[in-house]
């Protein structure tokens, strides 16, 4: 129980200067903005890794810290290996694909009104349909390689795309399409130099929710049918073997992977939006 004990301490211990640290003076510099959050995480996994021991917490219910990065490092070939597969084949090019197809049928939609009425219902319907259904279907259309991963992940982000798109290419006022009329301007200089960017907040909150939603479609695809390689299918064997380090190990990949993927797309609409009022202070 020594162990538990010191990681209530350490709990408080990290609270404590959490605290200090998010009201004192400095609590708006970068510096201290980055510290918080890095000081709760490490804090936690101090945690974890000082009760799973303390309580003699077995490896195949729950893996200290220090045995899942152990695993990490071994395997990492391996693990390289899963990532290029899920990730890069899986859910990159499915993510590319259904954006770009999201994108242009959002301008289609635009600029007929009887598609925004057809295809906006059926894309909360597709929405709401449960992966674990969907992808054992495309699997079967498109084989168990990365392809059928890329199909799941496709259906999986292009209508939250599509939705965001159309709701942003509506945002406009009507005094400025007006306006854009009354200097002659065509739909397509409307489109570019008015209702684009006006979307692109829109655009891109779609964006950053499908950067979840495609890793997490790319490794549940993998659960139904994969070749001997990928986050989804070393998850799935190595819950079988036990091997919970392994499981930890892909899990933390994953979330690495998915959080860089955020991050750029995050990198890339403060470039782009710069100009918009969430930016500015």
């Given at each position: 129980?020594?162990?538990?004990?010191?990681?209530?301490?350490?709990?408080?211990?990290?609270?404590?200067?959490?605290?200090?640290?998010?009201?004192?003076?400095?609590?708006?510099?970068?510096?201290?903005?980055?510290?918080?959050?890095?000081?709760?995480?490490?804090?936690?996994?101090?945690?974890?890794?000082?009760?799973?021991?303390?309580?003699?917490?077995?490896?195949?219910?729950?893996?200290?810290?220090?045995?899942?990065?152990?695993?990490?490092?071994?395997?990492?070939?391996?693990?390289?290996?899963?990532?290029?597969?899920?990730?890069?084949?899986?859910?990159?090019?499915?993510y590319l694909i259904g954006a770009l197809?999201?994108?242009?049928?959002?301008?289609?939609?635009?600029?007929?009104?009887?598609?925004?009425?057809?295809?906006?219902?059926?894309?909360?319907?597709?929405?709401?349909?449960?992966?674990?259904?969907?992808?054992?279907?495309?699997?079967?259309?498109?084989?168990?390689?990365?392809?059928?991963?890329?199909?799941?992940?496709?259906?999986?982000?292009?209508?939250?795309?599509?939705?965001?798109?159309?709701?942003?290419?509506?945002?406009?006022?009507?005094?400025?399409?007006?306006?854009?009329?009354?200097?002659?301007?065509?739909?397509?200089?409307?489109?570019?130099?008015?209702?684009?960017?006006?979307?692109?907040?829109?655009?891109?909150?779609?964006?950053?929710?499908?950067?979840?939603?495609?890793?997490?479609?790319?490794?549940?695809?993998?659960?139904?049918?994969?070749?001997?390689?990928?986050?989804?299918?070393?998850?799935?064997?190595?819950?079988?073997?036990?091997?919970?380090?392994?499981?930890?190990?892909?899990?933390?990949?994953?979330?690495?992977?998915?959080?860089?993927?955020?991050?750029?797309?995050?990198?890339?609409?403060?470039?782009?939006?710069?100009?918009?009022?969430?930016?500015?202070?």
């Amino acid at each position: 129980m020594t162990l538990v004990i010191f990681a209530l301490v350490l709990w408080a211990a990290g609270f404590a200067l959490n605290a200090r640290l998010a009201t004192g003076p400095a609590a708006d510099t970068r510096s201290v903005q980055l510290a918080v959050p890095a000081i709760f995480g490490l804090t936690l996994i101090g945690m974890w890794e000082l009760i799973v021991r303390g309580l003699d917490v077995p490896g195949v219910i729950l893996p200290p810290p220090s045995a899942v990065a152990a695993a990490f490092a071994g395997e990492l070939d391996v693990i390289w290996a899963d990532f290029v597969q899920t990730f890069v084949k899986g859910a990159l090019s499915g993510y590319l694909i259904g954006a770009l197809a999201a994108f242009a049928f959002a301008i289609l939609a635009d600029r007929y009104d009887f598609l925004k009425r057809g295809l906006l219902p059926v894309g909360n319907f597709m929405a709401a349909l449960p992966i674990v259904g969907t992808a054992p279907i495309l699997v079967m259309w498109f084989g168990f390689d990365w392809e059928s991963k890329s199909a799941v992940v496709v259906v999986m982000v292009f209508f939250p795309i599509l939705v965001n798109t159309v709701a942003g290419l509506a945002d406009t006022q009507a005094m400025q399409r007006d306006l854009m009329r009354t200097y002659g301007a065509s739909y397509v200089q409307t489109l570019f130099k008015l209702r684009l960017p006006a979307a692109m907040p829109f655009i891109f909150n779609g964006l950053k929710i499908s950067t979840t939603l495609a890793l997490i479609g790319a490794i549940v695809a993998e659960f139904f049918g994969s070749p001997t390689l990928g986050m989804g299918f070393r998850i799935s064997t190595s819950v079988g073997q036990l091997a919970l380090d392994m499981v930890w190990a892909e899990i933390v990949a994953a979330a690495l992977a998915g959080s860089a993927f955020y991050g750029i797309i995050a990198f890339i609409e403060k470039r782009v939006t710069f100009w918009h009022p969430s930016h500015r202070g």
